[in-house]
């Protein structure tokens, strides 16, 4: 009982100290970066919530900002970057074609980036006014505060928790993309021969 | 606009090379037989009167229903006698090629290669004709009007997301 008190109480603590420490990894691809910038920049400055430093190396961060629309291609790639940030960590889709695919409707878009990474936290928009990501940044904080982001659950699961949510999946480990620059380029396929 | 492109080419090509010109809208087109699309090209860009150097545009058309189904559209541009022209050239589906223009304009390797891998049209004595935008593991030619438009070909899914590979 004790010691349970105790984890509790230093989860809490863990938990305060993570959400106002982001290091954001932004994955940027289209148009939704200008919105991020200004986001980021001074006039809206995402730094008061903690997300001070963009870092460009994901093994140094531990929130994945999707911004812009996510192509089929692009996704082995998406799933790399994911596998390379150390847990705990979280994924923020900005804008609706890193949510859903937007209104690319066809052959190359990939239908939102859930499909090949666990997203936490969704913002709608086209592009999403700065406004909403930092609503979307506090309700993210709020999440990791009550432990609920996807990857802090699998961990809870993993140490053998009781995991008060239902619906999580089996740990996620995706299928492992093949190492870039692998990839044979100039096969074609047999239909187009 | 550029009339003096369409009687330069119809003073030189007399032996059935072009097979239809016209105008639409103040711009000047001509429909070129298959064989002499390089030969046509080079001639346009070599003449003093048409001096067309710079091709602005190279794509493909399908069109389904007529034969030959596909056509190869050029667009050329004189930056110094500032006019403009479009060219035409069929490709029918069971022979899917046409000679490159890279010869005659270096810069038209990207612009055939992304002809090939959205349309299917083979580009003969092209350097490296090889998909520019899909990826190699995509199998068809996604702009050609019976490719379904929503047949999406994932390289990669999470667990439990429709569609996923292996």
New interface residues.
Partial sequence: MGLEIYNSTVQAAVNWARKFSLFQYPFVTACCGMEFMSTAAPKYDLARFGAEFPRFSPRQADLLIIVGTITERQGPALRRIYDQMCEPKWVVAFGVCASTGGFYQNYSTMPGADQVVPVDVYIPGCPPRPEQVLDALILLQERIQRGEGHSQIVLKAEAGHDVPIAAIRPRDKGPQAAPIGTQPHAVRPESAK | MSQLILDRLVATFTGGELEQIGTQHGNEWARVRRDAWRTVCAFLRDDPACDLKMPTDLTAVDRLSREPRFDVVVHLYSVTKKHRVRLYAGVPEDDCALDSLVPVWPGMEWFEREAYDLY?VRFRGHPDL??I??????????LRKD???????????????P????
């Fill in positions: 299917g090889r998909r935008l899909m990826y190699p593991e995509f199998v068809g030619h996604p490719y379904p438009k929503e047949k999406r070909q994932p390289l990669i899914r999470r667990s439990g997301f569609g996923k590979p292996e």
